[in-house]
């Protein structure tokens, strides 16, 4: 079956520190693969995806994803933490051509000064 | 352009009383999907659907919950005699018309939280 794991529930980070979430995936074809941030009482937010091509993926406010067939991993990664990332992260997989997304439990990340 | 609008974004409902929830998806976009977030958990697919038709409805429950997306107005969540484990926040997401060979990206609405006390 189609799952995701983030194996990480809370990360705290120091801004100015570089940041990396992890995630894996299981699933039979070649995936397509999202990052989403949710602020609290938010909605979802995409930050990247990834459909075919390029394994290192750009997203948007200086986020990078790198996907790697071989280990199963979409991690998501950002060289310089801001204030203003602190967020919840999921990681999500397209289930077929219905659509649907499988998400993680997602991983919280704090920021500290 | 206006995103996907959900509401009302907050909903009180007593046990056993019917909760109904709204999702406009985005100018030009037909089909919807149906998220339920429970407390500490990711988001869990419910249902998706494109206009007067239920594409696949392999996440909701069997009983008391039911969605629509009519051929005018927005799609609604119905959930019937409404339980204490009903309580979660339910998103909405919307994607243009799927081509063969591609998969769509889906766009949130801020989502309705649902308290049944």
């Known amino acids: 079956a189609q799952s995701v794991t983030q194996p990480d529930i809370h990360i705290t980070v120091s801004e100015g520190a570089s940041l990396e979430l992890r995630c894996n995936y299981s699933?039979?074809?070649?995936?397509?693969l999202f990052w989403y941030v949710q602020s609290p009482g938010q909605g979802l937010q995409l930050l990247l995806k990834?459909?075919?091509?390029?394994?290192l993926v750009q997203g948007i406010k200086g986020f990078e994803a790198e996907f790697k067939r071989s280990q199963s991993s979409f991690n998501l990664r950002k060289p310089s933490v801001h204030w203003s990332d602190a967020a919840e992260y999921f990681c999500?997989?397209?289930?077929?051509?219905?659509?649907?997304?499988?998400f993680g439990k997602g991983t919280k990340l704090s920021v500290k000064p | 352009n206006a995103g996907v609008m959900q509401n009302p974004r907050h909903l009180v409902r007593r046990r056993g009383q019917e909760a109904r929830l709204r999702c406009s998806p985005m100018?030009?976009?037909?089909?919807v999907y149906w998220y339920r977030q429970l407390p500490e958990e990711g988001l869990k697919f419910m249902v998706y659907?494109?206009?007067?038709?239920?594409?696949?409805e392999s996440g909701m429950p069997k009983e008391r919950f039911s969605a629509e997306f009519p051929k005018e107005g927005p799609s609604i969540l119905r959930i019937q005699q409404v339980v204490r484990g009903d309580s979660a926040a339910y998103f909405c997401?919307?994607?243009?018309?799927?081509?063969?060979?591609?998969?769509?990206?889906?766009?949130f609405g801020p989502g309705t939280r649902l308290t049944v006390l």
């Open positions: 997401a919307s994607s243009p018309a799927t081509g063969t060979r591609s998969y769509n990206e889906q766009f």
């Open positions: 699933y039979g074809a070649t995936p397509y």
């Open positions: 990834y459909f075919s091509g390029d394994t």
């Open positions: 999500a997989v397209g289930a077929g051509s219905q659509g649907n997304l499988i």
């Open positions: 100018k030009g976009h037909s089909h």
């Open positions: 659907l494109q206009k007067e038709n239920i594409i696949d």
